[in-house]
């Protein structure tokens, strides 16, 4: 049974906006950094039990203005660090428990990392942020309804006591505790603390107001869509209504590559605004373990393209040594990522060029065309929607002008969002096509540049 017209559903589904947090963090804090840490760092573990000796945890040689300067050389804009870890081990002073910092031989038990790592953050021009897991292996509370105020009494402390935090991460991992018990989580709850001390903060969850891209891979899905349907991600306000169509929504775990699609989304009760950050580490695991290698420079530049460059944010992850500081193997490769990154993409062969809006085959299949002052060797074109009214487009054709006069095929892709780069084989051209083929409103593209 159809419910409403399939032109308005399209219609309303084009006009889900971001809220002004998730605007901010797509264009102006995409690309930060993960920073794992704990007692895991020090028991070559990657999940703790939570019963760990808080005695082993001591970086003797903690230096997190060397951790700051190493994430700026990639380019990246702020440091999301493991307040604490499903071992429960707090990295800060907190009230509530002393399986923290109060019994670790760093500073005589009186360290605060979170304290550290937030002002280096500010000493070099970085947002701060922290994970704190609602799964905790450590405390007996874990399992009935005081564990919620222990983490709500935790969470006020980090929201409240460390300056203006951009991203708050929750992970969805909900596991037993040290009396075997799951916890009910009260996320509601937790949410409402956020917004009463950190109104500008974005909110990391499966279902949060940045979901996970589903993988751990840096690959986006099918497409990428910042517009799901509100049974994925509830902590987002539903803007539309639906369903358009009767039925049960088929995909609806981030992991699904159709969640964002018209032949699921039609099921939902109504959507929401919720981009995707893609999260991985710089190594295999999330936590330092010497044996392992970064991934390679061609590897973490190419989860860049497909992450910002595919309507999401890139959290990179980069694991603390036991001494407390990066290994230079890491702080060397995001060196070498920030340098490819602005070679790749700081001169942009548009600027001064000439753009001209073509009809096309119809108001949703427009087609811009760019014609260069000269002939360059073109490697990536990168195009933006409007977002924060919406996202519209479809799928899309690039073509470039050859050497007799005819468009060639050069990239066909999908979604475009808040910035999409497309990476072509290099070509010699002066003259660039955009069609867009299939949009589900008329398209508002915000910018063109070809590098
Ligand atoms: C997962 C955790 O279980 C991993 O240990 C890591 O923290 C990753 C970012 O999220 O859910």
Same mark, same amino acid.
């Given at each position: 049974m159809?419910?409403?017209?399939?032109?308005e559903?399209?219609?309303?589904?084009?006009?889900?906006?971001?809220?002004?947090?998730q605007l901010?963090?797509?264009?102006?804090?995409?690309?930060?950094?993960?920073?794992?840490?704990? /007692?895991n760092?020090?028991?070559?573990?990657?999940?703790?039990?939570g019963?760990?000796?808080?005695?082993i945890?001591?970086?003797? !040689?903690?230096?997190?203005?060397?951790?700051?300067?190493? *994430?700026? @050389?990639?380019?990246?804009?702020?440091?999301?660090?493991?307040?604490?870890?499903?071992?429960?081990?707090?990295?800060?002073? %907190? #009230?509530?428990? #002393?399986?923290?910092?109060?019994?670790?031989?760093?500073?005589?038990?009186?360290?605060?990392?979170?304290?550290?790592?937030?002002?280096?953050c500010?000493?070099?021009?970085?947002?701060?942020?922290?994970?704190?897991? /609602?799964?905790?292996?450590?405390?007996?509370l874990?399992?009935?309804?005081?564990?919620?105020?222990?983490?709500k009494?935790?969470? %006020?402390?980090?929201l409240?006591?460390?300056?203006e935090?951009?991203?708050?991460?929750?992970?969805?991992?909900?596991?037993?505790?040290?009396?075997?018990k799951?916890?009910?989580?009260?996320?509601?709850?937790?949410?409402?603390?956020?917004?009463?001390?950190?109104?500008?903060?974005t909110?990391?969850?499966?279902?949060?107001?940045?979901?996970?891209?589903?993988?751990?891979?840096?690959?986006?899905?099918?497409?990428?869509?910042?517009?799901?349907?509100?049974?994925?991600c509830?902590?987002?306000?539903?803007?539309?209504?639906?369903?358009?169509?009767?039925?049960?929504?088929?995909?609806? =775990?981030?992991?699904?590559i159709? *969640?964002?699609?018209?032949?699921?989304?039609? =099921?939902?009760?109504?959507?929401?605004?919720?981009?995707?950050?893609?999260?991985?580490?710089?190594?295999?695991?999330?936590?330092?373990?010497?044996e392992?290698e /970064?991934?390679?420079?061609?590897?973490?530049f190419?989860?860049?393209?497909?992450?910002?460059?595919?309507?999401?944010?890139?959290?990179?992850?980069?694991? /603390?040594?036991?001494?407390?500081?990066?290994?230079?193997?890491?702080?060397?490769?995001?060196?070498?990522?920030?340098?490819?990154?602005?070679?790749?993409? @700081?001169?942009?062969?548009?600027?001064?060029s000439?753009?001209?809006?073509?009809?096309?085959?119809?108001?949703?299949?427009?087609?811009?065309?760019?014609?260069?002052?000269?002939?360059?060797?073109?490697k990536?074109?990168?195009?933006? !929607?409007?977002?924060? !009214?919406?996202q519209?487009?479809?799928?899309?054709?690039?073509f470039?002008?050859?050497?007799?006069?005819q468009?060639a095929?050069?990239?066909?892709?999908?979604?475009?969002?808040?910035?999409?780069?497309?990476?072509?084989d290099?070509t010699?051209?002066?003259?660039?096509?955009?069609?867009?083929? @299939?949009?589900?409103?008329?398209?508002?593209?915000?910018? *063109?540049?070809?590098?």
């Amino acid at each position: 049974m159809v419910i409403i017209e399939f032109t308005e559903f399209l219609k309303n589904a084009a006009h889900v906006k971001p809220t002004p947090q998730q605007l901010a963090l797509l264009r102006e804090t995409p690309f930060y950094a993960f920073v794992h840490f704990s /007692p895991n760092t020090y028991t070559g573990l990657e999940w703790g039990d939570g019963t760990e000796d808080p005695a082993i945890f001591n970086p003797t !040689e903690l230096d997190c203005d060397q951790w700051a300067q190493a *994430i700026k @050389s990639a380019g990246m804009q702020g440091m999301v660090l493991t307040a604490k870890h499903h071992d429960g081990f707090c990295l800060w002073q %907190t #009230e509530y428990t #002393e399986h923290s910092m109060k019994n670790s031989p760093y500073k005589d038990g009186k360290g605060d990392i979170v304290r550290e790592a937030a002002d280096a953050c500010k000493r070099h021009g970085l947002k701060f942020g922290f994970y704190l897991s /609602p799964w905790d292996r450590n405390c007996p509370l874990y399992g009935t309804d005081e564990y919620n105020t222990y983490y709500k009494n935790q969470l %006020t402390e980090l929201l409240t006591n460390y300056g203006e935090i951009f991203h708050v991460w929750f992970d969805g991992a909900c596991g037993e505790g040290p009396n075997g018990k799951k916890q009910v989580y009260d996320f509601d709850g937790y949410i409402e603390l956020i917004k009463k001390h950190q109104p500008n903060a974005t909110i990391f969850n499966d279902a949060g107001t940045i979901r996970w891209i589903g993988n751990e891979a840096g690959k986006a899905p099918y497409a990428q869509w910042a517009v799901v349907p509100q049974e994925l991600c509830f902590m987002n306000e539903k803007q539309t209504e639906g369903p358009l169509v009767e039925g049960s929504l088929d995909f609806v =775990y981030n992991s699904d590559i159709n *969640i964002g699609s018209i032949s699921n989304i039609m =099921y939902s009760k109504g959507l929401v605004f919720a981009p995707a950050e893609t999260d991985m580490s710089i190594r295999p695991g999330w936590f330092y373990h010497p044996e392992e290698e /970064p991934h390679s420079l061609e590897r973490l530049f190419n989860t860049y393209v497909t992450s910002v460059g595919n309507n999401a944010t890139f959290n990179l992850n980069i694991p /603390p040594m036991p001494n407390g500081k990066f290994d230079p193997r890491d702080v060397e490769r995001l060196k070498e990522l920030g340098e490819l990154i602005s070679k790749e993409f @700081s001169t942009n062969l548009a600027e001064g060029s000439t753009v001209t809006i073509l009809p096309g085959y119809g108001p949703t299949q427009p087609e811009i065309q760019v014609t260069l002052k000269k002939k360059q060797t073109i490697k990536y074109v990168e195009l933006a !929607e409007n977002i924060k !009214e919406g996202q519209r487009v479809e799928a899309f054709d690039v073509f470039f002008k050859d050497s007799h006069g005819q468009w060639a095929h050069a990239a066909r892709d999908t979604t475009i969002g808040s910035r999409k780069i497309v990476k072509t084989d290099p070509t010699e051209a002066q003259e660039i096509l955009v069609r867009i083929t @299939s949009s589900r409103y008329v398209p508002d593209i915000e910018w *063109i540049k070809i590098y």
